[in-house]
C-alpha cells in the first residue's frame, strides 16, 4: 500500500522534503552542463555579443536544466520504490514521509516549469529540452522502462545528460542546428557519460537485481563491467584535440590541448582506481571512482567555458 506522509507537517517541512526528494546535490552537474553549453557557444565561430537578453535566456536555460533534472530524479524514485527499499531506505517515499501520490503532484510540476524555462529560452531549447525529458520518461516508466536494460539504460543517460544538454545549452546563445560543432562537444560528453554513468551501479548491485534492474554489474559482475567501461574515462577526451587538429572545435587552442591532456590524464588514473580492485567498486557506496566521475564532468564543463571565453576576450 502507499505509504502517507504525516498530516501534521508545516509548509516549511514540507519544502524541506520536496527539496530532499529532487536530490539537491545531483542538480549542480545538469546546471553547470547547460551554463557551459551557452558560456561555450560565445566564443564559437563569430563570437556573439553579450546583451541583457541573452544572459537572461542563459539563466533562464540554467534553471531548467536543474529543474528538469529534479524531475527526472522525482520519477525515478517513484518507480524505483522497491529497489530504493534496499539501496536507499532512508528516502522520502520508501522512508514513509512522503507518498507515491504527492511524489507524483510534484514530478509533475517539475516537469512542467522546465518546459516553461525551456520556452522563455526559445523554439531550439524547448525541442531539445521535451527530447531530454522524453528520455528521462522512458528510463524510469513500465512498459518501455529503459533502465532494465544494462545498455538502454546507459544510452538514456548519456544522451540526455551529455549530448543533449550541452546542446541546449549551445542553443541559449547560437543556433545549435548550424554546423556541427555544438553536437561535437555533446558526443564527448555523451560518450563519457555512456560508461561512467555505470559506477553508480556498482553499489546497488543488490537492490538493482531485486527489483529487475540488470544493470551492467549485475549482468556481467563487478569485475567485466569495470573492464567494460575503462575505456570511456579515457578515449572520449581524445577527441578534444582531434576536434582542434580537424577545426571541427573552434575554442582557443591551447587551452582546448590543455584540458584534453588533462582529462585524458585523469581518465586513465580513475581507470587504474576503478581496476585496481574492481571487486570493491560493489561493496563500498560512493566508490572513490563515483567521485571521480563527478569531479572530471565539473572539471570538463569548466574548461570548455574557459577554453571558449579565452577565444573570445583574447581574440
Known sequence: MDRQMPNRMTLQDRLKLYWEFSRPFTLIAPALGMLSGGVTALGAGVPSEITGGLLLKIVFG??????????????NQIYDLDVDRVNKPKRPIPSG???????????????????????????????LASAAAFLT?????????TKRNAILANLTI????????????????????????????????????LGASTTKDFADMKGDAAGGCITLPVKYGARRAAWMIAPFFVLPFLLIP????????????????????????????TVSLILRDP??????????????????MFFAQTGFMVSYLAKYFLR
Request: glycine share 12%; proline share 3%.
Open 242 to 269: 582531434i576536434g582542434v587538429m580537424t577545426g571541427m572545435m573552434s575554442g582557443h587552442p591551447v587551452f582546448l590541448y590543455a584540458l584534453g591532456a588533462i582529462l585524458v590524464g585523469w581518465g586513465a588514473y
Open 62 to 75: 540554467t534553471l531548467m536544466a536543474a529543474v528538469l533534472n529534479g524531475a527526472s530524479n522525482g520519477i
Open 279 to 296: 571487486d570493491a567498486l560493489a561493496t563500498t557506496e560512493n566508490h572513490v571512482s563515483w567521485r571521480h566521475m563527478y569531479m572530471m
Open 97 to 127: 514521509r512522503l507518498s507515491t501520490r504527492e511524489a507524483g503532484w510534484v514530478t509533475l510540476v517539475l516537469y512542467l516549469v522546465a518546459a516553461l524555462f525551456a520556452a522563455l529560452v526559445n523554439l531550439q531549447c524547448f525541442v
Open 158 to 193: 548519456a544522451i540526455p545528460r551529455g549530448l543533449l544538454l550541452k546542446v541546449a545549452g549551445w542553443s541559449m546563445t547560437k543556433d545549435a542546428f548550424h554546423g556541427g560543432e555544438a553536437w561535437y562537444i555533446g558526443a564527448i560528453f555523451g560518450l563519457f557519460l
Open 137 to 145: 520518461i522512458i528510463y524510469s516508466v513500465p512498459p518501455i522502462r
